[in-house]
């Protein structure tokens, strides 16, 4: 069952907000309100936060060695799966997702859970001696309280990427979800306290609609906050840039994932059947909601015409339609503003000199909610003002080149890279590719088959992993000569 009414969670109650008002949120398929969800304010932030300080300093969760978190942990992720279905339905109400890829996105997340569990379910190793006759030891503490700003895209695997490392490093959290898909974190605070995690450990704070500037005093708040020690942010770049200079201007660590490019460059000699299996994916699996969504493909000249066609034609038999229904490929945009600025993308591109191949409109058959038809725009050429920025919807932009020095040069023009596809038969020229590009990784003919459970000491704490775990603790060595 999920709620009309969404409050802030802080100190494990659900408190009415300080100011005493509510925005109504919409169902992107139907434009009708399904929920009133708590303002957020300073006054919220800082209430959150001296219940998070007082989990962190007194509370049970001060004294629980690292096993014991690992089995909250996993029981986290246990009562995740058993809410899978609750968290579908949540995230096609909230963010339009289809609820069979929004079940995806669950399983992930439990599997986010237990992956933190296993990073810390065995005591540390003492360290090897680093002098004789002298014993070597790393003590790693809880950094303090931890801000998350998470995403209004794949909302419940957003905030599970931040919460869980924070959790198994032993912080203390206060999480602010984004204004248009509240009810997710409302389940998250719900999953969080059945599976026995002490009251104050999460703390959830909602924003605001205001259309001029939706959440930001809140997140203004959290991130100005003496007593936040560790911030993390994920979403749009325009909001990541100010988050990273606010939080500099407060001196603040802070693990920023912004939504980025992840170009799909095929060459002539590839099997050109999966390279577009692999763009079809990556630019319409999640709306094209994904951080790493394909929203630019480069292909080789031989073989672009051909792939422009062929990717148009199945682009226009995608299933568009209600995320409540199983057999729907792409569901709606979550809100209208992000349906009238991709429209507005989609026109500026056309008037650059663009070919519309597919798309570009709303479907037909669904004349209410924020539907937007998987788009395929050719030609694209790097002078044009669309080439080089996120999307963030169902659209790709496809772009010729003949030579790799070319591929290499228009990748690198590229606001933003995060994952680099290479498609072809010559694993020599891919290696060297590879190398040359700026994205953080490099798929070799496949499509992102994401590993949660690793990750590089370069990665955003939200991305798991060790370095992840690491963010927010803070170590020091300790010597012990022998007597």
Same mark, same amino acid.
């Given at each position: ?59 049970? *969760? ?89 995403? *209004? ?86 909001? /990541? ?8 201007? %407060? ?8 939504? /980025? ?73 979550? %809100? ?28 037909? /058959? ?56 290479? *498609? ?60």
């Amino acid at each position: 069952m999920l709620p009309q009414a969404v409050r802030h969670f802080i100190g494990g109650k659900y408190v009415y907000s300080t100011l005493r008002k509510s925005y109504g949120v919409t169902d992107p398929a139907t434009g009708k309100e399904y929920a009133q969800v708590e303002v957020g304010l300073g006054a919220d932030v800082n209430q959150a936060v001296l219940a998070a300080g007082n989990a962190l300093e007194a509370g049970p *969760w001060a004294g629980l060695t690292a096993p014991e978190r690992a089995r909250i942990l996993r029981d986290i992720a246990d009562a995740v799966d058993a809410r899978a279905g609750d968290i579908a339905a949540a995230e096609a109400q909230g963010p339009g997702l289809p609820v069979t890829g929004a079940g995806v996105q669950a399983a992930q997340a439990s599997e986010v859970f237990r992956s933190a569990a296993s990073l810390i379910a065995e005591p540390a190793a003492a360290g090897a001696p680093p002098a004789p006759g002298h014993s070597g030891y790393v003590l790693s503490r809880p950094a303090g309280v931890a801000g998350l700003l998470t995403s *209004w895209r794949t909302p419940f695997l957003s905030q599970a990427r931040a919460v869980a490392p924070a959790l198994a490093a032993g912080a203390a959290i206060v999480l602010k979800p984004d204004e248009w898909a509240p009810l997710p974190a409302a389940l998250l605070a719900e999953i969080t306290t059945t599976a026995g995690l002490p009251d104050g450990v999460l703390n959830i704070v909602h924003g605001s609609l205001h259309r001029k500037a939706p959440g930001t005093q809140a997140r203004d708040a959290l991130i100005a906050h003496p007593s936040v020690a560790r911030l993390s942010f994920a979403g749009e770049v325009a909001a /990541g840039q100010q988050v990273i200079d606010d939080a500099a201007a %407060h001196g603040k660590s802070l693990s920023a994932e912004v939504l /980025g490019n992840s170009p799909c460059v095929i060459f002539a000699d590839a099997d050109l059947d999966q390279a577009i299996d692999s763009v079809l994916f990556g630019a319409f699996a999640l709306g094209g909601q994904r951080r790493t969504a394909t929203s630019t493909v480069l292909a080789q000249r031989p073989v672009y015409d051909t792939l422009v066609s062929r990717l148009a034609g199945q682009a226009e038999r995608i299933r568009v339609g209600d995320p409540g229904d199983p057999a729907t490929q792409i569901g709606p945009l979550p %809100h209208a503003d992000q349906h009238d600025k991709l429209s507005s993308f989609v026109r500026l591109g056309i008037r650059e000199g663009a070919l519309l191949a597919a798309g570009g409109r709303r479907p037909a /058959g669904l004349p209410e909610g924020n539907y937007f038809a998987p788009t395929v725009l050719a030609d694209v050429t790097p002078t044009m003002a669309i080439f080089a920025g996120p999307v963030g919807g169902p659209v790709v932009r496809v772009t010729p080149f003949d030579t790799g020095e070319e591929a290499i040069s228009l990748a690198g023009a590229l606001a933003h890279p995060v994952t680099t596809y290479l *498609w072809t038969s010559d694993l020599e020229r891919a290696r060297g590719l590879a190398a040359a590009m700026e994205s953080a990784s490099t798929w070799v003919n496949s499509r992102n088959q994401r590993d949660l459970v690793h990750a590089t000491a370069g990665r955003p704490a939200a991305a798991g992993g060790a370095a992840a775990v690491g963010f927010y603790t803070r170590s020091r060595t300790m010597l012990i000569a022998a007597d």
